[in-house]
């Protein structure tokens, strides 16, 4: 057991021996259509990997927080939480500036503080607090960091990925080198506008990057029971792809320091499958266990989660003791608790503010209703 002293008093003698770098191996990339794929080696060091569980952590407890808040019915509407997937935009974010764009669907949470937004201001966004980044309108799926080049949360199944294209067309055009990243679910993944799109940033060749996270389920379906080709990265046909074990941070990163440098290179459009899961159902009104098993997720957390595979290779090398990864942990839950705190004493949203921003300027001095009586005048 990890906890034995024998386990301890070994790697307290590891660690002393360590050194702060070291190269790992991880599931092997598989390619379509590509000259080269990068090998299954990376070297990372302490500083790297404890900050890579940190910031998988955040986003962790910062959805099982969102999970607590929706059942006190202080989140309304619609929410998808992200557990699970965390390794994905961890590993993604620490290749890309934010020169580069970024656009996903409505599991945008952990994306939206990838971008540099702090835990309050997003979960004011949840709240319906005027703090958020769309000022409490958006809510859980219509996350935005214009600044930052986060262009959201999208609430239609795969409308994101034609903007993620023309992102990539503004970076061409205005030949800045930055890459465009367009992120859908396995369910968007038979989208025709998925193909559309495609095909503009192949005969173009836009640096963009569609990124399928491939979570096993589109809603509560099984990739093998709505797909026929469930090898999402060799759905491009002309664009060439690659597939990634989404459960691996290093392997994101690996993976995506050779997709943006293939796209940055001028090569064209790429296609990359995560492939990773989620632990939630497909979103807070979904259980998540009619159309599967909890033998099957806890088989993942068990096997495959990419913090506690994290933590593992982390005390393997004798970077750090587990009570200090425990003590990480600790000022997470602090953090997001006070995150938490803040947001509810933000103020809510004024009822007049409600028609600001739909407009470019201002708002028309009629606006005109089904019911004549309800139409706004100023």
Not at 192 to 199: I, K, L, R
Not at 319 to 334: D, G, S, T, Y
Request: glycine letters at 8%.
């Amino acid at each position: 057991m990890r906890t034995s002293a024998t386990a301890r008093v070994s790697r307290m003698a590891m660690r002393a021996m360590s050194s702060d770098t070291a190269t790992f191996e991880f599931t092997p990339f598989k390619g379509f259509k590509l000259d080269e794929i990068p090998d299954n080696k990376i070297e990372a060091s302490k500083d790297e990997c404890i900050g890579y569980f940190r910031e998988m952590s955040k986003y962790r407890r910062f959805e099982i927080m969102a999970d607590t808040l929706y059942k006190q019915r202080l989140i309304r509407g619609f929410c998808h939480l992200y557990d699970g997937q965390e390794a994905i935009i961890t590993g993604l974010e620490s290749v890309l500036t934010y020169e580069d764009s970024l656009i996903t669907s409505y599991r945008c949470h952990a994306h939206q503080m990838s971008r540099g937004d702090t835990p309050a201001n997003t979960y004011a966004e949840l709240l319906g607090r005027d703090m958020g980044c769309s000022k409490g309108k958006g809510g859980s799926m219509h996350m935005y960091n214009k600044k930052n080049n986060f262009f959201g949360g999208n609430g239609i199944v795969g409308a994101q990925v034609p903007l993620g294209a023309g992102l990539a067309f503004a970076h061409k055009y205005r030949n800045d080198g930055g890459v465009s990243v367009a992120m859908y679910g396995d369910g968007a993944a038979n989208q025709g506008q998925v193909y559309e799109a495609a095909n503009m940033a192949a005969l173009w060749k836009l640096p963009c990057i569609f990124v399928c996270e491939n979570n096993q389920y589109g809603m509560g379906t099984s990739v093998e029971r709505h797909a026929f080709n469930s090898e999402f990265y060799t759905r491009g046909s002309y664009v060439p792809g690659l597939w990634i074990d989404g459960m691996d941070v290093l392997s994101v990163k690996k993976g995506f320091e050779f997709a943006a440098q293939y796209c940055r290179d001028g090569n064209g459009p790429l296609f990359v499958e995560c492939q990773t899961y989620r632990y939630h159902g497909h979103s807070m009104s979904d259980p998540g266990i009619s159309y599967r098993t909890r033998e099957e997720v806890q088989s993942v957390r068990k096997g495959r989660d990419c913090i506690e595979n994290m933590r593992n290779l982390i005390l393997d090398q004798g970077w750090a003791e587990a009570a200090e990864l425990k003590a990480i942990e600790k000022e997470i839950r602090k953090e997001i608790d006070e995150a938490v705190k803040e947001a509810k004493a933000a103020k809510e949203l004024a009822p007049e503010k409600l028609t600001e921003d739909i407009f470019y300027n201002e708002v028309p001095k009629f606006i005109r209703m089904i019911d004549e009586q309800t139409s706004l005048h100023q």
